[in-house]
């Protein structure tokens, strides 16, 4: 199967190079907004028409690092079309919701918006391929109300071999 353009991913990372040509087609598209200086879906949010750029507070979740692209092509790179690499779900829509600047860094309330904002907006499934800090209730609650909403939190394990535990992935929701 290549995926359903019925499932939304949000990718919590450093945004989406949305414009990529291997990840344009697969961009997810908040078709209750319309782009005009005003919140006319009533969420809360200007214009959001791709997601939300949360470290920077703007509607334009571009991606300025290149570990979100890299997240979204590896998960739905378009498929048959001569070009690139091809994704998991060549089907599946890409929501971008950055948290992660330039530099690599992000802060951690700013993570709570974004999967506070992909539940809002119903997404399917999260990629959080990020880690650190300690354990934190608020990212543990915002992690709960996804799961209560039925959307599934993919987190990554980490890249160390240290002792420590690895948040978000330790957080053990059943």
Same mark, same amino acid.
């Given at each position: 199967t290549t995926g359903s353009r019925d499932v939304d991913v949000?990718?919590?990372d450093t945004g989406v190079d949305y414009q990529h040509p291997d990840l344009r087609n697969n961009i997810f598209f908040n078709t209750a907004e319309v782009a005009n200086g005003a919140d006319t879906d009533g969420n809360g949010?200007?214009?959001?028409?791709?997601?939300?750029?949360?470290?920077?507070?703007?509607?334009?979740?571009?991606?300025?690092h290149s570990h979100g692209s890299h997240c979204a092509g590896t998960i739905a790179a378009e498929g048959n079309n001569g +070009? *690139?690499?091809v994704g998991v *779900?060549?089907?599946? &829509? +890409?929501?971008?919701? &950055?948290?992660?600047?330039?530099?690599?860094?992000?802060?951690?309330?700013?993570a709570v918006d974004a999967i506070t904002y992909s539940t809002m907006m119903g997404v399917d499934l999260t990629n959080n391929s990020w880690g650190g800090g300690k354990f934190n209730v608020f990212l543990y609650e915002a992690i709960?109300?996804?799961?209560?909403?039925? +959307?599934?939190?993919?987190?990554?394990?980490?890249?160390s071999r240290g002792e420590e535990p690895i948040y978000p992935a330790r957080y053990g929701h059943p």
């Open positions: 949000g990718v919590i949010f200007v214009d959001d028409l791709r997601g939300w750029d949360f470290y920077n507070d703007k509607n334009n979740p571009m991606d300025d +070009i *690139g690499v *779900g060549w089907d599946l &829509k +890409i929501m971008p919701l &950055k948290f992660i600047g330039a530099g690599g860094s992000g802060s951690l309330s700013d709960a109300a996804a799961r209560n909403a039925n +959307i599934l939190f993919i987190a990554a394990a980490g890249n």
